[in-house]
Each structure stands twice: as C-alpha cells, then as structure tokens.
C-alpha cells in the first residue's frame, strides 16, 4: 500500500522559511515524479513543484527563486525548501507521486500559514 506523509507546515511571518517533507511508502520511490501542490480555501488545488527521477524541476510562475523542490532517493523522501514566504502562499500542501502516466498518489496535506 502507498503511504505520503508530509510534514513540515506550521505558523511563519511573512518572508521567513518552512521545509516541507514527504516521506514516501509502498512505492519504487527513485522511478517517480514528485511533486508540491497546494490549494488555498475557495480555490483550485495549483502545481507547486515537480521533480522527475532524472532529477528535471518545474516551478509555478508565483514560487520561481524562492521555492526549491528536491529529492533524497536514499530516504525516499522529497521537500519543498520555502523561502521568502508570502501570505498568498498560505494554503494546504499536498505531496504527489506519478509512477506513470496513468496511476498517481497524493498525501494527506500539510497546513501552511504565513501571516502579514
């Protein structure tokens, strides 16, 4: 069974910093694509990050130089590195693994809150 468990959210003021992390279960973690969503209230679930087994990153336009995706394949677990944190960043964020193209598992999601 496929287990992501993130860990890492909590309380910040705005331009301070949060590590997220997911550790990974029941899965060959080294051949997935990770990667970060998020979903603030009222609002659609957003991709964050994503990192592929090759290592290749993708980042929303809105956490460009400030996030950073990155993966321990020996520990199968990705993080997220947040910098420079921003209220519009507060949201629920959710861990994702593609073994494919067809089959995908998501975590149960972290809070993170940044106040102004």
């Known amino acids: 069974q496929v287990h992501l468990v993130e860990s890492g959210g909590g309380l910040v003021q705005a331009g301070g910093s949060l590590r997220l992390s997911c550790a990974a279960s029941g899965i060959m973690f080294s051949i997935n694509t990770m990667g970060w969503y998020r979903q603030a209230p009222g609002k659609q679930r957003e991709l964050v990050a994503t990192?592929?087994?090759?290592?290749?990153?993708n980042y929303a336009d809105s956490v460009k130089g400030r996030f950073t995706i990155f993966r321990d394949n020996a520990k199968n677990t990705v993080y997220l590195q947040m910098n420079s944190l921003k209220p519009e960043d507060t949201a629920v964020y959710y861990c994702?693994?593609?073994?494919?193209?067809?089959?995908?598992?998501w975590g149960q999601g972290t809070q993170v809150t940044v106040s102004s």
């Open positions: 994702n693994a593609k073994p494919d193209l067809i089959r995908v598992y």
């Open positions: 990192i592929t087994s090759g290592g290749s990153t």
